[in-house]
């Protein structure tokens, strides 16, 4: 595990680079480990099973990761990538914010 990381899961985050980009979605796995995200609705590949009566046709669709450096917080107001930062609140607290609008984000 190396750097820091900003993004979490619940995010909604774009892609930046690769096939998939200028796709954004919501982070849905997040493996810290091999620094790679799953996005609800992105890099969807086909996984082949042996049929069951749960699956009768032995095909399953699932979001494949992706690393994360190929990834940026949508920043909600301006609606394009942005970096992530950190402030401390009057409380003590610390916050994460948007570099490019500066609004705090709630979680």
Known sequence: MTGKWRIKRGDEVIVTSG??????GKIMRVDKLKERVAIQ???VVKRHLKPSAANPEGLITKEATIHRSNVAYLDPKTKSATRLGYKIDKDGSKK?????SGDLITE
């Open 19 to 24: 096939k998939n980009k200028g796709l954004s």
């Open 96 to 100: 994460r914010f948007c570099k490019k």
């Open 41 to 43: 609705g992105v890099n």
